[in-house]
């Protein structure tokens, strides 16, 4: 099952969009605007590595290039407004969710990039998935089903709820938006006054009705967490972490995931915000930043007909998280743990959408895709394998003092990346009979392949084939002695951490003995104490006892004193009568 049916193909193109935010003012003050990122045309960008950054370093000792050209499916520049975001990228995504197809959007980007502005937006630039419900809300408008007794069921199924259940599910709302009370900016709500109609065409022709269904949870350190919890359940217990079952047909879901019907744009706003609040408030008692976990957003839509459920489709938008963030007051198992879980993820999320364009590219062959290694790729296994389409918005900043991360991000999600050379090539090139260079010098495409190592630290090399054999030669000894050098500092990177591993189990051995020995330093004093007491009442009751003997004996041998003096006075008597 973890092939894809290569006659899907054209549905598996998975379009990567790049959106790359204005400077704010004050990061023009700073000097962060160093021409580091230039968007050449609407699918190309390049990125010049800044003075000081590691990649400028880098290039300087000779490993690795200081400009790396990236392509994406479109690239939004900064001028580019939400709405025209929105039209071109995952509008036509909406229309296919109001007729009856899955569909799935990635965001990806480090904190700063962005991703908020794009996502939710501002009151006044509502983001994509506020467009997205108030699109699906103006299609439905007049079509609503009011009854609650349609839900969505395992991946694509629905199923009736009897009256009691109806009533469960409207207590479970009623307890949600009870936790929701305070007075929140529903700016979803005007949305209506800002856009106008979103979607081409409105389900007034339709005789159908339409339920639609919400759901918002997290991955992290693959584990499973619904958000839509009364905060309370949250704040004080622990939270239970979901089970990603399948549902007999391959397809993935979440049990015991909460899905909520609801009627109106601020509900759903109002859903958004005490995720988000449950999802920031679990990240802080767990003291980890909220953007270490993966959240998704389900809507789910039902297409009734007469009192049956005709369809059922999904709009999920998946927020990734950034693998470059790290908290440093974590514990180091905990940092590893957590780094793991998150490169894990987003590494085998870059393998299938990888497979998944060789398989595209080479129709005849499949290649082993490996969706089940994670929870996310194994949720949206079905998505990517034809049954819906997806895409990833890539948000960027331009500033210089995170070009390293900038470019983290880039390489692991353009469709194609190019490798420009360092120097200028002196030495002749390959020429063909047109008298033009066989292969173009200044660059060539290469489609995106990540592999581990890559993703971890990817260098790109130039192209060495068109250098004359000497060159090649010390180009070789020249890259000997680096990859010597680079593989000692792995060494003593590895034997650092190692070292730093060792000593924090040290530290730990060495706490717990030292804790031990307390404990059983106090059970002695203890057991002393106790002793003591013990050998005080022994030897008080003996002497209770011994007391207690002698005031018997005397008892029994007490003899009044006349008759001692009458005994006395007949043993005188009877001796001077012997005499
Ligand atoms: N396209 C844009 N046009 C104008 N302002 C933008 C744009 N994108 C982002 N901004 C602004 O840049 C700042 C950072 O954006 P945002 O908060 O969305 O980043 P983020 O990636 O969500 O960060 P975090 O992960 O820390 O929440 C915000 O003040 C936001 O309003």
């Given at each position: 099952?973890?092939?894809?049916d290569?006659?899907?193909?054209e549905?598996q ?33 390049t990125?010049?590595?800044p003075?000081?950054?590691?990649t400028?370093?880098s ?6 290039t ?18 025209e ?10 229309s ?17 990039a962005?991703?908020?502005?794009t996502?939710q ?6 983001g994509?998935?506020s467009?997205?419900l108030?699109?699906?809300?103006h299609?439905i ?6 009854d ?6 395992l991946r694509n199924d ?5 009256s009691?259940?109806v ?8 307890a949600?938006f009870a ?7 529903c ?32 991955i992290?350190?693959?584990c499973v967490?619904?958000l ?9 217990k ?19 995931l ?9 509900e ?51 927020d990734?998280a ?7 007051t ?6 590893l743990?957590?780094?793991?879980n ?20 080479e129709r ?5 895709i ?23 918005i890539?948000n960027?900043n331009?500033?210089a ?5 900038t ?5 692991f ?9 360092e120097?200028?090539?002196?030495s ?5 009979g047109?008298g033009?260079?066989l292969r173009n ?10 592999s581990?190592e890559e ?10 084939s068109?250098l004359?054999?000497n060159?090649?030669l010390?180009m070789?000894?020249?890259?000997r002695?680096?990859?010597?050098a680079e593989?000692?500092?792995n060494?003593?990177?590895?034997m ?9 189990m ?11 020995t307390?404990?059983i ?17 022994y ?15 005397l ?14 006075e007949?043993?005188e008597?009877s001796?001077?009568i012997?005499?």
């Amino acid at each position: 099952d973890e092939f894809c049916d290569p006659g899907d193909a054209e549905h598996q193109t998975m379009r990567v969009y790049l959106r790359v935010r204005p400077f704010s003012k004050e990061e023009l003050s700073d000097n962060e605007d160093q021409e580091c990122i230039v968007v050449e045309n609407s699918q190309t960008v390049t990125l010049n590595a800044p003075k000081g950054s590691a990649t400028m370093k880098s290039s300087e000792r000779g490993i690795g290039t200081s400009i790396h050209k990236f392509t994406f499916s479109q690239i939004f520049g900064p001028e580019m407004s939400q709405a025209e975001l929105y039209e071109n990228t995952v509008k036509s995504q909406t229309s296919d969710f109001l007729d009856g197809k899955n569909t799935l959007i990635f965001s990806y980007g480090v904190t700063n990039a962005g991703k908020t502005y794009t996502i939710q937006g501002t009151q006044k630039e509502p983001g994509i998935l506020s467009r997205v419900l108030d699109g699906t809300f103006h299609y439905i408008q007049g079509h609503q089903y009011q009854d609650m007794d349609m839900k969505p069921f395992l991946r694509n199924d629905a199923q009736r709820l009897d009256s009691k259940q109806v009533k469960q599910e409207r207590s479970a709302k009623a307890a949600l938006f009870a936790a929701v009370k305070e007075v929140i900016a529903c700016f979803l709500e005007t949305l209506f006054l800002f856009i106008s109609v979103l979607v081409d065409s409105s389900a007034e022709s339709e005789s159908s009705q339409f339920a639609l269904w919400v759901a918002y949870y997290e991955i992290y350190n693959e584990c499973v967490y619904d958000l839509l919890q009364p905060s309370l359940c949250i704040r004080n217990k622990k939270r239970v972490s979901l089970r990603v079952c399948d549902d007999g047909a391959g397809n993935a879901y979440v049990k015991g995931l909460q899905w909520i019907n609801i009627q109106s744009l601020s509900e759903a706003s109002k859903l958004l915000h005490l995720g988000n609040r449950n999802r920031s408030a679990a990240a802080t008692k767990m003291n980890q930043s909220s953007s270490r976990s993966h959240s998704i957003f389900t809507m789910k839509l039902l297409k009734i007909d007469n009192d049956v459920v005709e369809s059922v489709s999904e709009f999920s938008l998946c927020d990734l998280a950034g693998s470059e963030r790290c908290n440093k007051t974590k514990t180091i198992n905990e940092r590893l743990k957590e780094a793991g879980n998150i490169n894990n993820s987003l590494l085998i999320l870059g393998k299938c959408l990888t497979a998944l364009r060789n398989n595209q590219a080479e129709r005849t062959k499949s290649s082993y895709i490996p969706f089940r290694e994670s929870k996310l790729t194994k949720l949206f296994q079905t998505i990517f394998c034809g049954k819906g389409r997806a895409s990833m918005i890539v948000n960027i900043n331009q500033c210089a003092s995170t070009y390293d991360e900038t470019l983290h991000v880039m390489k692991f999600s353009a469709v194609a990346k190019q490798v420009i050379p360092e120097r200028p090539l002196e030495s002749p090139c390959l020429v063909g009979g047109d008298g033009k260079p066989l292969r173009n010098g200044a660059s060539h495409n290469q489609t995106l392949n990540l592999s581990d190592e890559e993703l971890l630290e990817e260098e790109d090399e130039a192209d060495e084939s068109l250098l004359p054999q000497n060159e090649l030669l010390s180009m070789i000894e020249n890259l000997r002695t680096k990859l010597l050098a680079e593989r000692k500092r792995n060494l003593v990177q590895e034997m650092e951490i190692r070292k730093e591993m060792g000593d924090a189990m040290l530290q730990q051995l060495m706490e717990s003995e030292e804790l031990r020995t307390r404990q059983i330093e106090e059970l002695k004093e203890r057991y002393q104490d106790k002793l003591e007491n013990t050998f005080e009442m022994y030897k008080d009751a003996i002497k209770e006892h011994a007391y207690q003997s002698a005031m018997n004996n005397l008892e029994d041998d007490y003899v009044p004193l006349d008759e001692f003096l009458a005994e006395q006075e007949k043993v005188e008597v009877s001796s001077i009568i012997e005499l």
